[in-house]
């Protein structure tokens, strides 16, 4: 999103004036996140490619206009995908000095109503159940290069209860290892975006199969890396090169569900995450020590892990004879 400056406007500034303008300038693109822009620069473009090809004025856009859009957008769309859009709408002609029309009694009404039709629900990953993780980690090969670092991957990102955006962003450099186990510094995150920093213990685990510790330590001896990324990418050569992108993360977790017969279609690297908050709460840890590991900003975000687990708890169909 580009926001001129009201700076701008001034025909005569002087050099320091100027300086701290193409700073303001730098300041603002760092606003947000850069997948974050991506997304609401593809969704502004799409937006206006509609409006021309509908004979309608995009900016300032009328509200009439945003209907028609959303309207049209519902036909294909998921309504967290359409609320994203209109996010991006908003906020471009918010920075160009214009009200909202996303927030007119009109847009918000329809909004409403086509919410209602096609449904709010978040169709995500399944969880990575602890028990489908060890299955998972028997049937990788240990023998190769790629089988221990997936190992490792796999262990690491679910006791962390890691992001694959976290994951591929680890470097030897922000792992800690102390008495207790290990200690991840993640530089930023999703919830971090300013780079506050946070810091993620991962003790030893009473199984070696799935010993955060362990897996780690095995990784690090067969690889060599001394610095830099801590997943990377090998070759079928058995060359260690760059650092794994998330969608590598994405597609290991897939085929490495697949080879124990579970759905690539309904896992993906969100399981690790979900995984662990599901077994987390299923074992009874308190929420404020699941939210302590998987650094979620409000309770609410977690309650949709705990409410799936404890759907069985005290049921009014079990122990009735059925």
Not at 53 to 71: F, W
Not at 125 to 141: G, H, M
């Amino acid at each position: 999103m580009n926001l001129e400056l009201k700076i701008q406007e001034e025909k005569f500034l002087s050099n320091e004036i100027l300086e701290l303008q193409d700073e303001a300038k730098k300041h603002l693109a760092n606003s947000k996140a850069e997948n974050t822009k991506r997304a609401y620069r593809n969704d502004w473009t799409q937006f206006s490619e509609w409006c021309e090809k509908n004979g309608l004025q995009k900016l300032p856009a009328d509200p009439e206009t945003i209907v028609y859009y959303i309207t049209y957008l519902g036909k294909t769309m998921k309504a967290s995908s359409i609320k994203r859009k209109m996010t991006a709408i908003s906020q471009r002609h918010e920075t160009a000095g214009y009200p909202s029309p996303t927030k007119t009694a009109l847009v918000k009404g329809v909004w409403d109503g086509l919410q209602r039709k096609i449904g709010i629900k978040e169709e995500g990953k399944d969880a990575l159940w602890l028990d489908d993780l060890r299955r998972v980690i028997q049937a990788i090969p240990q023998n190769t290069l790629i089988g221990v670092r997936n190992r490792a991957l796999l262990v690491l990102g679910w006791a962390g209860a890691l992001r694959r955006s976290e994951l591929v962003s680890l470097k030897l450099e922000d792992v800690s290892k102390t008495r207790d186990g290990l200690i991840l510094h993640l530089n930023r995150s999703k919830t971090d975006q300013k780079g506050e920093g946070q810091d993620i213990a991962l003790p030893y685990g009473s199984n070696p199969l799935t010993c955060p510790v362990r897996s780690l330590e095995d990784w690090l001896s067969v690889s060599g890396i001394l610095e830099g990324p801590l997943f990377r990418r090998i070759d079928r050569h058995g060359n260690i090169l760059s650092g794994l992108t998330p969608q590598s993360v994405r597609l290991i977790v897939k085929n490495c569900c697949e080879k124990v017969g579970l759905d690539p279609k309904r896992y993906g690297a969100h399981s690790l995450r979900s995984g662990f908050c599901s077994t987390a709460a299923k074992a009874g840890k308190a929420e404020h020590q699941i939210m302590k590991q998987t650094r979620h900003k409000r309770s609410d975000s977690l309650q949709r892990y705990i409410k799936k687990v404890s759907l069985f708890d005290d049921n009014a169909a079990s122990g009735i004879g059925l």
